[in-house]
């Protein structure tokens, strides 16, 4: 399904004293992947929320091979698991610059109306966006 690349340099806050990523730093990570994979569809967090739509995750999901460290830069690779109901689903892949598999990781995120507090299914306007 649809994909988007994303590159970050690891900053210095988010290692550890041997200059490895903490590994509760993915997680951040992975939520930047989801924001541009968004916004490469034309939408962003802000603009949903201001269209009273909140999307919580559900479930994380992380399994580690190797650590990324200090100043490399690496590349998340996000991917939409399946057209969304009321939940979306991301795999995640992150690489070094030497192209070595770092993480992959899966998270589930719902759908939420803000005026209602409760589950909905995805809005129509992201569902053609899929679809074309």
Known sequence: MRKT??????????????????????????????????????????????????LPVTKLEINYRLPARYDDVITVITELQNIPTAKIEFYYKIFNEKNELLVTANTTLVFIDTVTQKIRRAPDY???????
Not at 18 to 42: C, D, F, I, P, S
Not at 126 to 132: C, D, F, G, R, V
Request: charged share 30%.
């Open 5 to 54: 690349i994303t590159k970050m340099r690891v900053r210095y806050g988010e290692t550890d004293q041997m200059g490895v990523v903490y590994y509760g730093n993915y997680a951040q990570y992975l939520e930047q992947g989801r924001t541009e994979w968004l916004r490469e569809l034309g939408f962003s967090y802000k603009w949903m929320e201001e269209n009273n739509i909140q």
């Open 126 to 132: 992201l569902i053609e966006k899929l679809k074309n």
